[in-house]
């Protein structure tokens, strides 16, 4: 059986996170699988900070969507990922990932919206 995707897209401090963890609560922990978009920050560590400062976090480009897509796709066919951990503070991403394992409900979360 396919799992349920739930998207949940808004504006930083539009309550994002609070949906997000009502929704896993909800259907509880052992059934959700959580992809943060914004652990999908590209990886420009081959910059150096200064030039990492200087791009536009938030144009679409910045997220390495396409990742997103091909783990939610493995998500669906019952794999588990390693999605990326993201440094907020040096802008790069960190060397470890975090392992996902596929469940019922997979919830995705993100600023960004296709529309």
């Known amino acids: 059986m396919k799992p ?4 949940v ?13 009502a929704l896993i609560d909800a259907v509880g922990p052992e059934n959700a699988a959580f ?11 081959d910059l150096s900070l200064e030039d990492r400062t200087g791009i536009n976090w938030d ?11 091909q783990h939610l796709a493995r998500l669906a066919e019952g794999r588990a990922i390693e999605r990326p951990l993201y440094d907020f503070c040096t802008y790069s991403r960190l060397p470890e ?8 409900v997979i919830i995705v979360e993100g600023i960004l919206n296709p529309h």
């Open 35 to 45: 992809l943060p978009h914004d652990a999908y920050y590209r990886d420009y560590s």
């Open 59 to 69: 144009h679409p480009d910045a997220l390495e969507t396409e990742l997103v897509v």
């Open 9 to 21: 897209a808004g504006g930083s401090g539009s309550g994002k996170s609070t949906v997000v963890r």
């Open 97 to 104: 990932t975090m392992r996902v394992e596929p469940r019922a």
């Open 4 to 7: 349920l995707t739930i998207g």
